[in-house]
């Protein structure tokens, strides 16, 4: 009987190392498809990024054009009332 449980216990043995093996493989795979699939991220979010960067550039010096663009004529009629008086 004893004999029958070891033989039991080799194929059992045998078996959970076959299927722990391929399980390994292809957790293995899959976190390497994992880390390669988040560098693509990092990389295309760091592009996202220095475009933003740009884009915020851009629209500052828009926004700079326009305020002294409206403000030099109201300084100016701000000065020329004072002056007119």
Avoid: Q
Avoid at 4 to 14: C, D, N, Q, V
Avoid at 23 to 47: C, N, P, Q, Y
């Amino acid at each position: 009987m004893n004999s029958i449980e070891a033989s039991y216990r080799a194929e059992l043995r045998e078996l959970f190392d076959a299927h722990f093996g391929r399980f390994e493989k292809k957790l293995e795979r899959r976190l390497l498809d994992t880390k390669v699939g988040l560098g693509i991220a990092k990389a295309e979010l760091g592009i996202k990024i220095e475009h933003l960067r740009v884009e915020l550039h851009s629209t500052k010096a828009d926004v700079l054009k326009w305020s002294l663009g409206l403000w030099v004529p109201v300084a100016l009629a701000v000065i020329g009332l004072y002056f007119k008086r």
